[in-house]
Protein backbone atom coordinates (compact mmCIF):
# COMPACT_ATOMS: atom_id res chain seq x y z
CA UNK A 1 0.00 0.00 0.00
CA UNK A 2 1.20 3.46 -0.98
CA UNK A 3 0.43 7.07 0.54
CA UNK A 4 1.71 10.15 0.73
CA UNK A 5 3.07 11.24 4.19
CA UNK A 6 2.00 13.84 6.33
CA UNK A 7 4.25 15.85 8.96
CA UNK A 8 6.76 13.76 10.51
CA UNK A 9 4.92 13.08 13.53
CA UNK A 10 5.93 14.94 17.09
CA UNK A 11 9.68 13.97 17.24
CA UNK A 12 9.19 11.02 15.39
CA UNK A 13 10.60 8.95 18.14
CA UNK A 14 13.72 10.40 17.77
CA UNK A 15 15.10 9.06 20.88
CA UNK A 16 14.18 5.41 19.82
CA UNK A 17 15.27 6.19 16.24
CA UNK A 18 18.81 7.69 17.22
CA UNK A 19 19.64 4.52 19.26
CA UNK A 20 20.50 1.30 17.17
CA UNK A 21 22.04 3.85 14.03
CA UNK A 22 24.12 5.87 17.24
CA UNK A 23 25.61 2.62 18.23
CA UNK A 24 27.74 2.57 14.92
CA UNK A 25 28.94 5.84 15.26
CA UNK A 26 29.70 5.68 18.91
CA UNK A 27 32.46 3.30 18.91
CA UNK A 28 7.53 -20.80 6.11
CA UNK A 29 5.27 -17.85 6.85
CA UNK A 30 2.16 -15.93 6.78
CA UNK A 31 0.98 -14.58 3.95
CA UNK A 32 -0.27 -10.68 3.70
CA UNK A 33 -2.46 -8.51 1.44
CA UNK A 34 -0.01 -5.72 1.98
CA UNK A 35 2.44 -6.58 -0.57
CA UNK A 36 5.36 -4.03 -2.87
CA UNK A 37 3.41 -1.86 -5.67
CA UNK A 38 4.77 -2.16 -9.12
CA UNK A 39 6.94 0.49 -10.45
CA UNK A 40 4.09 2.24 -12.25
CA UNK A 41 2.00 2.68 -9.34
CA UNK A 42 4.54 5.31 -7.34
CA UNK A 43 3.65 8.85 -7.42
CA UNK A 44 6.50 11.23 -8.16
CA UNK A 45 8.39 12.07 -5.79
CA UNK A 46 11.72 14.75 -4.82
CA UNK A 47 15.34 13.37 -5.91
CA UNK A 48 18.31 14.22 -3.98
CA UNK A 49 21.27 15.65 -6.32
CA UNK A 50 23.69 13.49 -7.97
CA UNK A 51 26.09 14.08 -10.42
CA UNK A 52 24.79 14.24 -14.24
CA UNK A 53 24.54 10.42 -15.59
CA UNK A 54 25.12 10.09 -19.26
CA UNK A 55 22.81 10.10 -22.06
CA UNK A 56 21.92 7.78 -24.53
CA UNK A 57 20.15 8.82 -27.98
CA UNK A 58 17.33 7.12 -28.79
CA UNK A 59 17.21 3.18 -29.39
CA UNK A 60 20.89 2.95 -28.11
CA UNK A 61 21.62 0.07 -25.99
CA UNK A 62 23.04 1.21 -22.89
CA UNK A 63 26.37 0.01 -21.24
CA UNK A 64 25.63 -3.30 -19.57
CA UNK A 65 27.45 -2.40 -16.10
CA UNK A 66 25.42 -0.78 -13.85
CA UNK A 67 27.79 1.87 -12.14
CA UNK A 68 28.42 1.67 -8.18
CA UNK A 69 25.89 3.56 -5.73
CA UNK A 70 28.60 3.86 -3.05
CA UNK A 71 26.59 4.53 0.58
CA UNK A 72 28.31 5.64 3.71
CA UNK A 73 30.23 3.59 6.06
CA UNK A 74 27.75 1.59 8.50
CA UNK A 75 25.02 2.69 5.86
CA UNK A 76 24.16 5.70 6.99
CA UNK A 77 25.94 8.80 8.55
CA UNK A 78 25.03 11.31 10.60
CA UNK A 79 24.41 14.00 7.77
CA UNK A 80 21.80 11.51 7.01
CA UNK A 81 19.84 11.43 10.73
CA UNK A 82 20.27 15.32 10.53
CA UNK A 83 18.27 14.87 7.04
CA UNK A 84 15.48 12.37 8.27
CA UNK A 85 14.85 14.83 11.32
CA UNK A 86 14.15 18.07 9.44
CA UNK A 87 12.43 15.82 6.86
CA UNK A 88 9.13 14.84 6.29
CA UNK A 89 8.93 11.44 4.17
CA UNK A 90 7.55 11.17 0.68
CA UNK A 91 6.30 8.01 0.30
CA UNK A 92 5.21 5.06 2.43
CA UNK A 93 5.03 1.74 1.87
CA UNK A 94 3.81 -1.18 4.62
CA UNK A 95 5.05 -4.65 3.92
CA UNK A 96 6.66 -7.92 5.07
CA UNK A 97 10.60 -7.81 5.96
CA UNK A 98 12.84 -10.37 6.65
CA UNK A 99 16.42 -10.53 7.29
CA UNK A 100 19.15 -12.07 5.16
CA UNK A 101 22.74 -12.91 5.42
CA UNK A 102 25.67 -13.06 2.47
CA UNK A 103 26.38 -16.53 1.35
CA UNK A 104 29.89 -16.06 1.21
CA UNK A 105 32.48 -13.81 2.23
CA UNK A 106 33.36 -10.72 -0.02
CA UNK A 107 29.76 -10.98 -2.26
CA UNK A 108 28.95 -7.92 -3.62
CA UNK A 109 25.52 -6.39 -3.01
CA UNK A 110 23.69 -4.83 -6.00
CA UNK A 111 25.07 -1.22 -5.27
CA UNK A 112 28.44 -2.30 -6.05
CA UNK A 113 29.91 -2.48 -2.51
CA UNK A 114 30.75 -5.64 -0.71
CA UNK A 115 27.96 -6.66 1.65
CA UNK A 116 27.78 -6.04 5.23
CA UNK A 117 26.06 -7.64 8.12
CA UNK A 118 26.42 -4.47 10.10
CA UNK A 119 25.85 -2.02 7.95
CA UNK A 120 22.62 -0.53 8.50
CA UNK A 121 21.11 -1.35 5.02
CA UNK A 122 18.97 -3.09 3.44
CA UNK A 123 17.49 -4.47 -0.04
CA UNK A 124 14.11 -3.78 -2.22
CA UNK A 125 13.46 -5.03 -5.38
CA UNK A 126 12.22 -1.48 -6.93
CA UNK A 127 13.51 1.67 -5.45
CA UNK A 128 16.52 3.38 -6.52
CA UNK A 129 19.58 2.35 -5.10
CA UNK A 130 20.74 4.17 -2.73
CA UNK A 131 17.32 5.79 -1.19
CA UNK A 132 16.94 6.72 2.45
CA UNK A 133 14.83 5.23 4.09
CA UNK A 134 13.19 4.36 7.99
CA UNK A 135 11.87 0.71 8.97
CA UNK A 136 9.45 0.88 11.73
CA UNK A 137 8.44 -2.42 12.97
CA UNK A 138 4.81 -2.25 13.25
CA UNK A 139 4.18 -4.78 16.47
CA UNK A 140 6.89 -3.12 18.89
CA UNK A 141 7.28 0.44 16.95
CA UNK A 142 11.23 0.05 16.78
CA UNK A 143 12.79 2.43 14.17
CA UNK A 144 15.76 2.30 12.46
CA UNK A 145 17.48 4.78 9.50
CA UNK A 146 18.99 2.27 6.71
CA UNK A 147 20.19 3.16 3.08
CA UNK A 148 18.72 0.80 -0.21
CA UNK A 149 22.03 -1.10 -1.19
CA UNK A 150 20.81 -4.45 -2.33
CA UNK A 151 18.06 -6.35 -4.11
CA UNK A 152 16.09 -8.20 -2.91
CA UNK A 153 13.74 -9.97 -1.80
CA UNK A 154 13.05 -12.33 -4.50
CA UNK A 155 10.11 -13.97 -2.28
CA UNK A 156 6.13 -13.84 -2.79
CA UNK A 157 4.71 -11.12 -0.18
CA UNK A 158 8.13 -9.83 1.03
CA UNK A 159 8.68 -6.24 0.79
CA UNK A 160 12.63 -5.92 2.66
CA UNK A 161 15.25 -7.71 3.51
CA UNK A 162 17.58 -5.81 6.23
CA UNK A 163 21.19 -7.46 7.08
CA UNK A 164 21.59 -8.76 10.96
CA UNK A 165 22.16 -5.32 12.88
CA UNK A 166 19.43 -3.32 11.07
CA UNK A 167 17.03 -6.51 11.54
CA UNK A 168 18.65 -6.70 15.51
CA UNK A 169 17.62 -2.56 15.60
CA UNK A 170 13.62 -3.20 14.88
CA UNK A 171 13.71 -6.08 16.94
CA UNK A 172 13.51 -8.76 13.91
CA UNK A 173 16.34 -10.86 14.17
CA UNK A 174 15.19 -13.17 16.48
CA UNK A 175 11.75 -13.35 15.03
CA UNK A 176 12.86 -13.63 11.39
CA UNK A 177 9.93 -12.02 9.65
CA UNK A 178 7.28 -9.45 10.91
CA UNK A 179 4.90 -6.47 9.25
CA UNK A 180 7.03 -3.06 9.17
CA UNK A 181 6.30 0.38 7.33
CA UNK A 182 8.99 2.00 5.19
CA UNK A 183 9.06 5.57 5.34
CA UNK A 184 10.99 6.92 1.95
CA UNK A 185 12.90 10.21 2.72
CA UNK A 186 15.48 10.61 -0.10
CA UNK A 187 15.88 9.29 -3.71
CA UNK A 188 19.15 10.18 -5.42
CA UNK A 189 17.19 9.38 -9.03
CA UNK A 190 13.82 9.77 -9.35
CA UNK A 191 11.16 6.53 -8.73
CA UNK A 192 8.60 7.42 -11.17
CA UNK A 193 10.16 8.17 -14.58
CA UNK A 194 13.42 6.68 -15.36
CA UNK A 195 15.66 3.61 -14.37
CA UNK A 196 17.39 0.34 -16.20
CA UNK A 197 15.23 -2.18 -15.51
CA UNK A 198 14.83 -6.15 -15.93
CA UNK A 199 12.99 -8.88 -15.07
CA UNK A 200 14.38 -11.64 -12.96
CA UNK A 201 12.55 -15.03 -12.82
CA UNK A 202 13.59 -18.04 -10.10
CA UNK A 203 14.24 -19.84 -8.16
CA UNK A 204 14.85 -22.63 -10.37
CA UNK A 205 16.23 -26.05 -8.27
CA UNK A 206 18.04 -27.35 -10.88
CA UNK A 207 20.27 -25.43 -13.74
CA UNK A 208 18.60 -27.44 -16.57
CA UNK A 209 15.16 -26.12 -15.86
CA UNK A 210 17.05 -22.38 -16.15
CA UNK A 211 18.69 -23.28 -19.36
CA UNK A 212 15.53 -24.69 -20.32
CA UNK A 213 13.82 -21.19 -19.90
CA UNK A 214 16.73 -19.08 -20.94
CA UNK A 215 16.92 -20.77 -24.21
CA UNK A 216 12.84 -19.75 -25.04
CA UNK A 217 13.58 -16.43 -23.64
CA UNK A 218 16.30 -15.74 -25.74
CA UNK A 219 14.45 -17.14 -28.86
CA UNK A 220 11.31 -14.76 -27.72
CA UNK A 221 12.98 -11.52 -26.95
CA UNK A 222 16.07 -11.58 -29.23
CA UNK A 223 16.77 -8.03 -28.35
CA UNK A 224 17.09 -8.64 -25.16
CA UNK A 225 19.79 -9.65 -22.98
CA UNK A 226 19.41 -13.12 -21.27
CA UNK A 227 21.47 -14.79 -19.08
CA UNK A 228 21.12 -17.04 -16.34
CA UNK A 229 23.41 -17.31 -13.25
CA UNK A 230 23.61 -19.64 -10.10
CA UNK A 231 22.17 -18.21 -6.34
CA UNK A 232 21.68 -19.70 -3.00
CA UNK A 233 21.51 -23.44 -3.82
CA UNK A 234 19.24 -22.20 -7.45
CA UNK A 235 19.52 -20.68 -10.29
CA UNK A 236 17.88 -17.80 -11.65
CA UNK A 237 17.27 -16.28 -15.02
CA UNK A 238 17.58 -12.67 -16.27
CA UNK A 239 15.51 -10.76 -18.93
CA UNK A 240 17.65 -7.08 -19.52
CA UNK A 241 15.47 -5.49 -22.37
CA UNK A 242 16.97 -3.35 -25.17
CA UNK A 243 18.19 -0.21 -23.37
CA UNK A 244 17.12 -1.45 -20.00
CA UNK A 245 13.42 0.08 -20.88
CA UNK A 246 10.73 -0.23 -17.96
CA UNK A 247 8.17 0.20 -20.05
CA UNK A 248 9.67 -3.33 -22.04
CA UNK A 249 10.09 -4.87 -18.68
CA UNK A 250 6.96 -4.27 -17.17
CA UNK A 251 5.39 -5.55 -19.72
CA UNK A 252 7.58 -8.84 -19.75
CA UNK A 253 6.44 -9.22 -16.20
CA UNK A 254 3.01 -9.10 -16.54
CA UNK A 255 3.20 -11.58 -19.90
CA UNK A 256 5.97 -14.26 -18.22
CA UNK A 257 4.18 -17.22 -16.91
CA UNK A 258 7.07 -19.22 -15.84
CA UNK A 259 6.18 -22.99 -15.12
CA UNK A 260 8.83 -22.75 -12.44
CA UNK A 261 9.68 -19.91 -10.02
CA UNK A 262 7.97 -16.13 -10.47
CA UNK A 263 8.66 -13.67 -12.32
CA UNK A 264 9.97 -10.05 -10.90
CA UNK A 265 10.16 -6.43 -11.99
CA UNK A 266 13.79 -5.21 -10.37
CA UNK A 267 15.30 -2.06 -10.56
CA UNK A 268 19.12 -2.22 -11.88
CA UNK A 269 20.36 0.93 -10.75
Same mark, same amino acid.
Given at each position: ????? $???????? *???? =???? =?? =??? /? @?????????????? =???? #????????????????????????????????????????? !???? *????? *????????????????????????????????????????????? $?????? #???????????????????????? @??????????????????????? @?? #?? /???? @??? !???????? *??? &?????????????????DSYWVRI?????????? &??????????? $? &????? #???
Amino acid at each position: MISTS $GAWKSSFR *LAGL =LVPV =LT =LFG /C @GHRRTTSVAPTPSE =LAPV #RSAPTASSPTYSSGSRQPSRIPITPAPPGGVNAEDMEYVAT !HTPI *LTQEG *LATWYTAPYKGRKSANGQVFDDDAMTAAHRTLPMGSLVVVTNLKT $GQSTVL #RITDRGPFVEDRMLDLTTAAAKAI @GLYRIGMTQVRMDVYQTPKPIDS @GG #RW /CVQV @GAF !HNENDALK *LKS &ELMRKYADANVIEFPGTDSYWVRIRPEGDDRKVA &EQIARHLQPSE $G &EAYLT #RLD
